[in-house]
């Protein structure tokens, strides 16, 4: 049996290769599936198809993913994705999606981020949930057992092999004892241990991150992450909630308090159609300059659109401002800031197959790393779900009847029984939640878009206070369930992948794509290495395999004129 960690897009798709090739598979999540986080992704899957541009290949799309990661990309790992991902989208097609297509019924493809040719498939601007219920239908066909709301603590590992894992229902606290012969990790990144992130209350906080790690796994690159332009402020419990870019793309101007359209000052060519790191970088500025907002942001106005315009091409953020803060954003600007996005670090996986340094364990989507390097191409995230989905479902599937035995580990059971027992048991002084609040406000005010060696240093001297005080935490499960008991251990998580953060920031003495350092602010060379951390190691430099010259040969500077670069 194979266990799956993790219901999103990723979880789903390694489940259905792994049921589809007939391995016993069990899929756990912490949130109804339903509810994943891939249901948020709004601009589309990005396919070398041509079926709107013949000249395109998957060649010319890894050239554009390689180019715009800074060269901090796996090249293996792009060639991968960018190879296979036709088949992930006839994948899609085989389980039933409906894409948006021309009237010829050819897909339809779009330009999005710097990408040469039109190869982003879409379905409306809610892709992402598409995908989601289309995976979810396609689970269901196969009878694919899906636990929701078990929220998994500990990975269970003897000699360096996985043999299963250890968790709590979230509802009524039943442990759970689940022996694999492999485990797939889907469990998301890290962007919630930051004040204002895309990623709802308890998601993204590092879990993946964390049990990897006490797996004896290493993490690549956790200090690149992608903060979004345009996130909104309020109301607090929804701050972060993206405004899609397809605002900026549609005509969606910046301006700063003092009713200047500022993005002419940091690049007058694109001006709002810039790429993700400039725009955040540009608004960031204008608010640490005193020229935001009285909230902390700017303002994004499509009021001067026509009224069809926005109902037709931005349905869901005008809902969404509706909802959230009754406003009509035909008729007034929309306060938005800087937010936490995407990990495009994570937990360190070989290409061929996502296989981490523990035998049975692998990594997929956004817990992973190796495509994205320091910036990501809009649209990559989705096709990478679906491609190595695939190919991990299958490597864990040979790897589970490749077995003759599997040896267990009483004493590595007993830890994770005890771990939560004595966490149960903990009547301290110190709020879970507050401590939680504490890490968030350390990463938003020393690791945010612009980073230096004095904040990254006083933010590392705050987490070891914030660790100190976790020791005297108290847990309280009441009449609605074991949520407490579930922070406890997002805070364990958010705590180690802010150490991991702050540290390789640290160490990144350079700017490159969304890595700003305001003391260092050249691209270093020496830097294009991709920086691997544990917490037994510290910090080692992993060199990058060069780009095969039929790649390298097609990175070029592409054109952004009239498209939306991401």
């Given at each position: 049996?194979?266990?799956?960690?993790?219901?999103?897009?990723?979880?789903?798709?390694?489940?259905?290769?792994?049921?589809?090739?007939?391995?016993?598979?069990?899929?756990?999540?912490?949130?109804?599936?339903?509810?994943?986080?891939?249901a948020l992704a709004a601009g589309g899957i990005n396919a070398a198809l041509s079926t709107m541009d013949p000249e395109d290949s998957w060649q010319q799309h890894a050239a554009d993913t390689l180019?715009?990661?800074?060269?901090?990309?796996?090249?293996?790992?792009?060639?991968?994705?960018?190879?296979?991902?036709?088949?992930?989208?006839?994948?899609?097609?085989?389980?039933?999606?409906?894409?948006?297509?021309?009237?010829?019924?050819?897909?339809s493809q779009r330009f999005f981020g710097a990408h040469k040719f039109r190869r982003t498939a879409f379905a409306g601007d809610y892709t992402g949930l598409e995908i989601q219920r289309t995976l979810i239908r396609r689970a269901d066909q196969l009878g694919i057992p899906v636990l929701d709301g078990v929220y998994i603590t500990r990975l269970l590992v003897h000699d360096g092999a996985v043999f299963g894992a250890y968790g709590f229902d979230l509802t009524d606290g039943t442990r759970y004892l689940i022996h694999a012969d492999a485990v797939?990790?889907?469990?998301g990144g890290h962007t919630r241990i930051w004040r204002r992130t895309s990623s709802r209350r308890d998601e993204n906080t590092g879990d993946s991150f964390r049990l990897a790690v006490e797996a004896g796994a290493r993490l690549r690159d956790p200090e690149l992450v992608q903060f979004h332009p345009s996130g909104i402020i309020e109301p607090e419990n929804a701050a972060g909630t993206l405004v899609s870019e397809a605002a900026r793309g549609e005509g969606g101007i910046l301006r700063n308090a003092l009713g200047e359209r500022f993005m002419s000052r940091y690049d007058p060519a694109r001006m709002e159609l810039s790429t993700r790191d400039r725009v955040a970088l540009a608004s960031y500025t204008e608010i640490k300059e005193g020229r935001g907002t009285p909230s902390g942001g700017v303002w994004l106005d499509v009021s001067h659109l026509p009224r069809q315009t926005i109902m037709t091409r931005l349905p869901r953020v005008y809902q969404t401002l509706l909802d959230l803060q009754m406003l009509d954003i035909t008729r007034e600007p929309i306060e938005i800031a800087p937010t936490a996005?995407?990990?495009?670090?994570?937990?360190?996986?070989?290409?061929?197959?996502?296989?981490?340094?523990?035998?049975?364990?692998?990594?997929?989507?956004?817990?992973?790393?190796?495509?994205?390097?320091?910036?990501?191409?809009?649209?990559?995230?989705?096709?990478?779900?679906?491609?190595f989905g695939r190919i991990t479902g299958q490597a864990a599937a040979a790897y589970s009847r490749s077995l003759t035995a599997h040896t267990r580990s009483a004493s590595a059971t007993a830890h994770a029984r005890a771990e939560i027992d004595d966490l149960l048991a903990a009547d301290g002084?110190?709020?879970v939640r507050a401590l939680q609040r504490a890490v968030r406000n350390t990463m938003t005010q020393h690791?945010?878009?612009?980073?230096?060696?004095?904040?990254?240093?006083?933010?590392?001297?705050?987490?070891?206070?914030?660790?100190e005080r976790m020791e005297k935490v108290g847990v309280h499960p009441d009449i609605a369930g074991y949520q407490d008991l579930a922070h406890a251990f997002d805070l364990m998580s958010a705590a180690l992948a802010a150490r991991a953060t702050l540290e390789a920031a640290l160490e990144r003495r350079e700017t490159r794509g969304c890595h700003n350092r305001s003391d260092y602010p050249d691209l270093d060379p020496a830097l294009q290495v991709n920086l691997v951390w544990s917490p037994t190691t510290g910090i080692t430099h992993e060199s990058i395999p060069a780009i095969p010259e039929e790649i390298s040969s097609l990175m070029e500077e592409v054109s952004t004129e009239g498209k939306l670069a991401e």
């Open positions: 049996m194979v266990l799956v960690i993790g219901t999103g897009g990723a979880g789903l798709r390694a489940a259905i290769e792994l049921a589809e090739a007939g391995v016993d598979v069990l899929a756990v999540g912490k949130r109804p599936k339903e509810d994943a986080h891939t180019k715009e990661s800074y060269l901090l990309a796996d090249p293996r790992t792009a060639e991968i994705v960018t190879q296979g991902a036709a088949r992930g989208i006839d994948d899609l097609e085989r389980y039933g999606m409906a894409f948006a297509r021309e009237e010829d019924g050819r897909i797939i990790l889907a469990a996005h995407y990990s495009m670090g994570g937990v360190w996986v070989r290409p061929e197959d996502h296989s981490t340094d523990v035998r049975g364990l692998y990594a997929i989507g956004e817990a992973s790393s190796g495509l994205h390097g320091a910036n990501r191409l809009g649209g990559n995230s989705l096709i990478e779900l679906l491609v002084p110190e709020n690791a945010g878009v612009v980073r230096d060696e004095e904040g990254l240093r006083a933010g590392l001297a705050e987490l070891a206070a914030i660790e």
